[in-house]
């Protein structure tokens, strides 16, 4: 029942955290072990226990909540999956740098010791995780709760490892690969990030083997990879080389022989159109290599670290990193009389994206996924519409990507992650592959196993996410209740990295699809317009902005005004635009809460009105009806920031500005007993229906706000979802509401065009420009008397000329004229003081923009907006003086 009044402010702090805890003591977010009819469900992306939580998440999170919570007070059976990534290689690159500041290698560390040093960091980390999502509202099931590294998800990992692996889809294999030289890891493609950086073009001589005076111009931009070179190639097309085909030349520092090769892959315009083939260290040139199979097996010139090393590298050169080789070459083939030139060259460098090292590729044998025949039936499935993206213009993007699909390396030099699942056999030297780790060898019985060194992709667990988060491989109950889960938000930056691969392991390992629709987020801007990150520094914490603005006006500021599958600003104008849209709500029903007399009963429905009924009361159960509707296509076309927008309008202008004003009349009791009833009954029922219409997106301060107002049930948050086929719908109130709102529209902007000073009540007319509209104005004359503050307002007959003196202006629903202020002392005298109060705020906003510093330390949109008040006052101010003026010289100018 209704409870004591409301606080005159909204305190978000109390409020959010009092609500977090019932919601849990509820269980509201448990999902039923044994659904009966429809149901929901998507798992969170695991965030990274590499970090805490950032807007960005906040983002998604807020997306998802919305969605979950309208599912579940539709009484579906929502199942939201919380779980916490084990990030293999990006957590142990934050140990490591959190160790190397105490002085410790994280290498150096017994493996166990190293194990316990990450563990500690997802103990701290898991529980800041935990406490930003709780401190959003996001109503995960907590119970169901799974880490990437729990025993349920080293048995799925393993199970899937050992099913592609029988199938041939996993094969071990020599390959060039992106190798990390700090991390000391292969990384796959899509953890390189590609920049142009400014570099040298180096042009050296590679002198004739035969001895004959001059030899091959070849530039290079990496001159300490010389020492890998296994031939000098050209175009077959290239006529400045035709005579040098099949002749040998000398390479540079290392004095071996090697023969000009022509090769259709060389670029005639590059550099003087030679190029040195380096098989080990360049895709290009490996490729070229494999055409040409008589040239000799190339040398590692490199360790793990890209120090120069190996017997093709002369010895003053051993042990030098790429950096120091390379100086140490230009000076020695300047020194032979070898380097021709050198000029500035812009080039394209791949660098690790955790270590930020340069990328060398290294030829390695690794772990690689065939992702063809996984991509397949993905392919066919997007197009077949049985996995839909949104927004929907990412889909091209997505098969591009899948169409070229190269096969992924999923092997990792690093300790933390989940072991590759197979074992050597020292004796016979074949592979045991076992879920279960092996005892004996699978080939020969011996025990003499050594188990693989390496650990597996982090996102070789992750793509397994949808199903292994609901107990796959095991059949449990969850994921015969709630698989295929239903949708999937989350950024687009790891659209390659993760969508597309659940999407692959969805149909190989469930032969049906994860998820039926995927929902890209866009990314957020600060108010300069960059991308916020960690790097710069300008994401804040999202619990120190729930603790400033609260988590609702967050969340709200989340989805509106910005479109939430849009790159958008997210700062201040946005939040203090959600907080201001939460106190409206909360006055709303403070203003409400004296038209519930004691004793009334929860909400069963909307009073039902006659067509003599007041048209306001109408009209606001139509318009309800069709913002219902509205939310529900938003939701329906995962559009939730028109689904935001929609309500923010509704409650905005529609109940609060206008009906709310229009009413009080009724609510007065100006207008006898049945209206006040019909009245009561008809704000009552709007408004508590909005709350839970407003529920998904703002549900602290609306479970609060519901609670103070007579309602059945514990929960708003269980509340049933409310159907738009309780209210009326009234298309005449609709259109004769347009006619009211349109005659104070224009009286409005009437009183300010002849400068009415805010005190006055001039009389005014209306000639409505048919009988139709006289109808509706003569019917709500009082109405549009009352808000547009005109005293009195008289329909004229077609015909009637307007009284003198009168500022007039027209529109489709007739002409309109406002007595102009007189000069009576009264007049003007209210005039005089409404300018001196703008003279004094016009003051007040020049002394604070002079202010000493305000120009250079205010963020510039304070600046921009204190420059527009000031010309806007500066505008007010001058046409009062204008108008004040005696009126001999006013008329003269007309
Ligand atoms: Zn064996």
Same mark, same amino acid.
């Given at each position: 029942?209704?409870?004591?009044?409301?606080?005159?402010?909204?305190?978000?702090?109390?409020?959010?955290?009092?609500?977090?805890?019932?919601?849990?003591?509820?269980?509201?977010?448990?999902?039923?072990?044994?659904?009966?009819?429809?149901?929901?469900?998507?798992?969170?992306?695991? #965030?990274?226990?590499?970090?805490?939580?950032?807007?960005?998440?906040?983002?998604?999170?807020?997306?998802?909540?919305? &969605?979950?919570?309208?599912?579940?007070?539709?009484?579906?059976?929502?199942?939201?999956?919380? %779980?916490?990534?084990?990030?293999?290689?990006?957590?142990?690159?934050?140990?490591?740098?959190?160790?190397?500041?105490?002085?410790?290698?994280?290498?150096?560390?017994?493996?166990?010791?190293?194990?316990?040093?990450?563990?500690?960091? +997802?103990?701290?980390?898991?529980?800041?995780?935990?406490?930003?999502?709780?401190?959003?509202?996001?109503?995960?099931?907590?119970?169901?709760?799974?880490?990437?590294?729990?025993?349920?998800?080293?048995?799925?990992? +393993?199970?899937?490892?050992?099913?592609?692996?029988?199938?041939?889809?996993?094969?071990?294999?020599?390959?060039? &690969?992106?190798?990390? #030289?700090?991390?000391?890891?292969?990384?796959?493609?899509?953890?390189?990030?590609?920049?142009?950086?400014? %570099?040298?073009?180096?042009?050296?001589?590679?002198?004739? /083997?035969?001895?004959?005076?001059?030899?091959?111009?070849?530039?290079?931009?990496? #001159?300490?990879?010389?020492?890998?070179?296994?031939? &000098?190639?050209?175009?077959?097309?290239?006529?400045?080389?035709?005579?040098?085909?099949?002749?040998?030349?000398?390479?540079?520092?290392?004095?071996?022989?090697?023969?000009?090769? /022509?090769?259709?892959?060389?670029?005639?315009?590059?550099?003087?159109?030679?190029? =040195?083939?380096?098989?080990?260290?360049?895709?290009?040139?490996?490729?070229?290599?494999?055409?040409?199979?008589?040239?000799?097996?190339?040398?590692?010139?490199?360790?793990?670290?890209?120090?120069?090393?190996?017997?093709?590298?002369?010895?003053?050169?051993?042990?030098?990193?790429?950096?120091?080789?390379?100086?140490?070459?230009?000076?020695?083939?300047?020194?032979?009389?070898?380097?021709?030139?050198?000029?500035?060259?812009?080039?394209?460098?791949?660098?690790?994206?955790?270590?930020?090292?340069?990328?060398?590729?290294?030829?390695?044998?690794?772990?690689?996924?065939?992702?063809?025949?996984?991509?397949?039936?993905?392919?066919?499935?997007?197009?077949?519409?049985?996995?839909?993206?949104?927004? $929907?213009?990412?889909?091209?993007?997505?098969?591009?990507?899948?169409?070229?699909?190269?096969?992924?390396?999923?092997?990792?030099?690093?300790?933390?992650?989940?072991?590759?699942?197979?074992?050597?056999?020292?004796?016979? %030297?074949? $592979?045991?592959?076992?879920?279960?780790?092996?005892?004996?060898?699978?080939?020969?019985?011996?025990?003499?196993? /050594?188990?693989?060194?390496?650990?597996?992709?982090?996102?070789?667990?992750?793509?397994?996410?949808?199903?292994?988060?609901?107990?796959?491989?095991?059949?449990?109950?969850?994921?015969?209740?709630?698989?295929?889960?239903?949708?999937?938000?989350?950024?687009?930056?790891?659209?390659?990295?993760?969508?597309?691969?659940?999407?692959?392991?969805?149909?190989?390992?469930?032969?049906? =699809?994860?998820?039926?629709?995927?929902?890209?987020?866009?990314?957020?801007?600060?108010?300069?317009?960059? !991308?916020?990150?960690?790097?710069?520094?300008?994401?804040?914490?999202?619990?120190?902005?729930?603790?400033?603005?609260?988590?609702?006006?967050?969340?709200?500021?989340?989805?509106?005004?910005?479109?939430?599958?849009?790159?958008?600003?997210?700062?201040?104008?946005?939040?203090?635009?959600?907080?201001?849209?939460?106190? =409206?709500?909360?006055?709303?029903?403070?203003?409400?809460?004296?038209?519930?007399?004691?004793?009334?009963?929860?909400?069963?429905?909307?009073?039902?009105?006659?067509?003599?009924?007041?048209?306001?009361?109408?009209?606001?159960?139509? !318009?309800?009806?069709?913002?219902?509707?509205?939310?529900?296509?938003?939701?329906?076309?995962?559009?939730?920031?028109?689904?935001?927008?929609?309500?923010?309008?509704?409650?905005?202008?529609?109940?609060?500005?206008?009906?709310?004003?229009?009413?009080?009349?009724?609510?007065?009791?100006?207008?006898?007993?049945?209206?006040?009833?019909?009245?009561?009954?008809?704000?009552?029922?709007?408004?508590?229906?909005?709350?839970?219409?407003?529920?998904?997106?703002?549900?602290?301060?609306?479970?609060?706000?519901?609670?103070?107002?007579?309602?059945?049930?514990?929960?708003?948050?269980?509340?049933?979802?409310?159907?738009?086929?309780?209210?009326?719908?009234?298309?005449?109130?609709?259109?004769?509401?347009?006619?009211?709102?349109?005659?104070?529209?224009?009286?409005?902007?009437?009183? /300010?065009?002849?400068?009415?000073?805010?005190?006055?009540?001039?009389?005014?007319?209306?000639? #409505?420009?048919?009988?139709?509209?006289?109808?509706?104005?003569?019917?709500?004359?009082?109405?549009?008397?009352?808000?547009?503050?005109?005293?009195?307002?008289?329909?004229?007959?077609? %015909?009637?000329?307007?009284?003198?003196?009168?500022?007039?202006?027209?529109?489709?629903?007739?002409?309109?004229?406002?007595?102009?202020?007189?000069?009576?002392?009264?007049?003007?005298?209210?005039?005089?003081?409404?300018?001196?109060?703008?003279?004094?705020?016009?003051?007040?906003?020049?002394? +604070?923009?002079?202010?000493?510093?305000?120009?250079?330390?205010?963020?510039?949109?304070?600046?921009?907006?204190?420059?527009?008040?000031?010309?806007?006052?500066?505008?007010?101010?001058?046409?009062?003086?204008?108008?004040?003026?005696?009126?001999?010289?006013?008329?003269?100018?007309?």
């Amino acid at each position: 029942m209704s409870s004591p009044a409301l606080p005159t402010r909204f305190d978000p702090k109390e409020v959010e955290a009092r609500w977090q805890a019932s919601w849990e003591r509820g269980g509201v977010f448990r999902a039923p072990d044994q659904p009966r009819g429809a149901t929901f469900s998507m798992v969170l992306p695991p #965030p990274n226990v590499t970090g805490v939580l950032t807007l960005g998440h906040m983002l998604g999170d807020t997306v998802m909540d919305a &969605v979950a919570r309208h599912h579940r007070m539709r009484g579906t059976a929502t199942l939201w999956v919380p %779980g916490l990534d084990h990030a293999g290689l990006a957590t142990q690159v934050e140990v490591r740098r959190r160790l190397a500041k105490q002085g410790v290698r994280f290498e150096e560390l017994p493996p166990e010791q190293a194990i316990r040093e990450v563990e500690n960091w +997802r103990v701290e980390h898991e529980r800041r995780i935990r406490e930003q999502t709780r401190g959003g509202g996001f109503s995960v099931d907590w119970s169901r709760f799974r880490y990437t590294m729990d025993p349920e998800s080293v048995r799925a990992t +393993r199970e899937a490892f050992v099913s592609l692996y029988r199938a041939g889809l996993i094969y071990r294999g020599e390959r060039l &690969v992106n190798w990390d #030289p700090r991390l000391r890891t292969a990384i796959s493609d899509l953890e390189v990030v590609h920049t142009e950086e400014e %570099g040298t073009l180096y042009y050296v001589r590679y002198p004739w /083997a035969d001895g004959t005076l001059g030899g091959m111009e070849v530039a290079t931009a990496r #001159p300490e990879t010389i020492f890998g070179d296994v031939a &000098v190639a050209v175009h077959p097309d290239d006529a400045r080389y035709a005579e040098a085909w099949g002749k040998f030349v000398v390479v540079p520092l290392s004095h071996r022989r090697v023969p000009v090769i /022509a090769d259709r892959a060389v670029d005639p315009t590059f550099g003087a159109g030679a190029l =040195k083939i380096t098989p080990r260290h360049d895709p290009v040139d490996r490729e070229v290599a494999g055409r040409h199979p008589d040239l000799a097996d190339p040398v590692e010139i490199f360790d793990e670290s890209a120090r120069l090393v190996g017997p093709w590298v002369p010895s003053p050169f051993h042990g030098l990193d790429r950096e120091a080789g390379r100086a140490r070459a230009v000076e020695e083939l300047d020194r032979e009389g070898l380097l021709l030139r050198q000029e500035p060259y812009r080039r394209s460098v791949g660098r690790s994206e955790r270590s930020e090292a340069v990328v060398e590729p290294r030829l390695s044998t690794q772990w690689f996924v065939r992702m063809a025949p996984l991509a397949e039936p993905v392919v066919a499935a997007v197009r077949a519409g049985e996995i839909r993206i949104h927004p $929907e213009r990412w889909t091209l993007t997505f098969f591009r990507w899948m169409e070229g699909i190269e096969d992924w390396c999923i092997s990792r030099q690093i300790l933390w992650g989940h072991r590759i699942p197979v074992a050597r056999c020292r004796t016979c %030297g074949q $592979e045991s592959v076992s879920i279960l780790p092996p005892t004996t060898c699978e080939h020969c019985g011996s025990p003499e196993l /050594a188990p693989e060194p390496d650990v597996l992709d982090t996102w070789f667990t992750s793509w397994l996410w949808p199903f292994e988060a609901l107990g796959w491989p095991a059949r449990t109950s969850d994921l015969g209740h709630y698989y295929p889960t239903q949708l999937l938000v989350t950024g687009r930056d790891i659209m390659f990295f993760w969508v597309a691969r659940m999407m692959m392991a969805g149909y190989r390992f469930t032969g049906t =699809k994860p998820f039926s629709d995927v929902y890209f987020t866009g990314m957020l801007l600060d108010e300069r317009g960059r !991308r916020m990150s960690k790097h710069l520094g300008n994401s804040p914490d999202p619990l120190d902005v729930i603790a400033q603005h609260g988590a609702d006006a967050m969340r709200f500021a989340l989805v509106f005004p910005n479109p939430t599958s849009e790159d958008g600003a997210f700062g201040r104008p946005a939040l203090d635009g959600a907080r201001n849209f939460l106190t =409206k709500l909360w006055n709303l029903v403070r203003f409400t809460l004296p038209y519930v007399p004691p004793g009334t009963g929860p909400v069963v429905g909307p009073p039902s009105l006659s067509p003599t009924s007041a048209l306001e009361d109408r009209w606001i159960l139509s !318009r309800y009806r069709r913002a219902v509707d509205e939310v529900d296509r938003a939701f329906g076309d995962f559009d939730p920031t028109r689904a935001a927008t929609g309500l923010h309008g509704f409650v905005w202008h529609d109940l609060a500005d206008r009906y709310v004003e229009i009413a009080k009349e009724s609510l007065a009791g100006r207008r006898g007993d049945p209206a006040l009833r019909e009245a009561r009954a008809t704000l009552l029922f709007v408004v508590e229906r909005t709350l839970r219409l407003l529920h998904p997106f703002v549900p602290h301060v609306t479970e609060e706000l519901w609670h103070a107002l007579p309602h059945a049930g514990e929960l708003l948050a269980t509340a049933p979802w409310p159907s738009s086929a309780e209210a009326p719908s009234d298309p005449v109130a609709e259109v004769e509401m347009e006619t009211v709102l349109e005659a104070i529209r224009l009286l409005r902007n009437l009183r /300010a065009d002849e400068h009415v000073a805010t005190t006055s009540l001039p009389p005014a007319w209306i000639r #409505p420009a048919g009988p139709e509209v006289a109808r509706v104005l003569e019917q709500q004359r009082g109405t549009v008397a009352r808000l547009a503050r005109v005293n009195p307002l008289q329909l004229l007959a077609p %015909g009637t000329p307007p009284p003198d003196g009168v500022g007039s202006r027209v529109a489709p629903l007739g002409e309109c004229y406002l007595e102009r202020p007189s000069t009576s002392p009264a007049d003007t005298e209210a005039l005089a003081r409404e300018r001196e109060k703008l003279a004094g705020l016009l003051e007040k906003t020049r002394t +604070r923009l002079d202010g000493p510093g305000f120009r250079a330390r205010a963020p510039p949109e304070v600046v921009q907006e204190a420059e527009e008040k000031l010309r806007d006052l500066t505008e007010r101010v001058r046409r009062i003086d204008e108008h004040l003026k005696p009126r001999g010289s006013r008329d003269g100018e007309r």
